[in-house]
């Protein structure tokens, strides 16, 4: 199996079921296990996000639509944010997350992720990392969604945001690049005017897909093509193509990636689009 793998003899698309076969404690020790650029990427482009758009800011909402069992894409939110809701799908996720938000002592540790971004890239002292997370977990609200439903998150969460997150998470839902122009522009549809879009994607040739695992369960997440981004985010959401940056990072450019992941990421694309200011 090849990263870039042809849909017209992929392995099978995900199961509608599949994510009851997702084990999230496994999922964490092969991902989570160790700090590396592969989590450090993300965090940097989050943190130069909210520093540069929202300084002096405290009042925005949040949303971190897919957020897994993992809570620490939030750190650099904190800061700047009234509220921050975590949506879903996958009721073991949650659970795990839950672990977390509550500070069970049988819970993920997300410790190395915050110290990066709070002494790191921020430059504050080894204290404020306890207390970043602290600050995350009294904002933070954990749902459910489903991006398949009309509406895609649970009641009272609908939104409207200043900011929303995904991550490598409707790629995995979606089949085709229909499919997956619909789940963005429910996902836009959530913003207020002149909101944020920020997304982590797949990055391929159009009609193939990017095989991964967690333990011996394998799972498919459908590859984006920079074009094809730019065609939903302008024709299916409305956003204008100023207002839409895509940033590619390659893996030759990651100093260590996952081991289960080594074969088939080729490159990733982090999105920033702006909701036009007036409807």
């Known amino acids: 199996e090849t990263f870039a793998t042809k849909m ?19 999922y964490l020790e092969e991902y989570y296990g160790s700090l590396t650029s592969w989590h450090r990427s ?7 996000f909210f520093t540069s758009h929202f300084n002096g800011r405290t009042d925005l909402k949040f949303l971190n639509f897919g957020c897994g069992p993992v809570v620490a894409f939030e750190a650099s939110v904190a800061p700047f944010a ?24 049988n819970g993920p540790d997300f ?18 990392v306890a207390k970043r ?40 839902a979606c089949t085709n690049p229909e499919e997956y122009g619909t789940a963005v522009s429910k996902l836009s549809a959530m913003l207020k005017p002149g909101g944020w ?22 799972f498919v997440e459908l590859n984006i093509s ?19 940056t895509v ?13 289960l992941l080594q074969e088939h990421i080729d490159e990733m694309m982090y999105v920033i689009a702006q909701r036009k200011q007036t409807a």
């Open 8 to 26: 017209s003899s992929p392995p099978p698309l995900n199961d509608p079921n599949c994510h009851f076969e997702f084990n999230p404690w496994t």
């Open 42 to 48: 993300p965090l940097k482009h989050l943190h130069e």
């Open 82 to 105: 009234q509220q921050i809701v975590l949506a879903e799908y996958a009721e073991q996720n949650r659970t795990v997350a839950k672990l977390w938000l509550d500070r069970a002592t």
């Open 111 to 128: 410790t190395a992720l915050y110290k990066y971004v709070v002494q790191e890239l921020e430059g504050k002292g080894p204290e404020e």
């Open 133 to 172: 997370q602290d600050d995350v977990r009294a904002l933070a609200t954990l749902c459910r969604c489903d991006i398949f439903q009309e509406t895609p998150i649970e009641k009272g969460h609908e939104g409207p945001y200043d900011v929303i997150y995904t991550a490598s998470t409707i790629e995995m």
């Open 197 to 218: 879009l920020l997304m982590n994607v797949s990055m391929g040739e159009a009609g193939t897909v990017n095989v991964c695992h967690v333990g011996q369960t394998r």
């Open 226 to 244: 920079v074009e094809e981004m730019y065609a939903i985010l302008q024709q299916r959401c409305g956003f204008e193509r100023e207002n839409i």
């Open 247 to 259: 940033i590619p990072q390659t893996a030759d450019k990651m100093d260590a990636i996952p081991i």
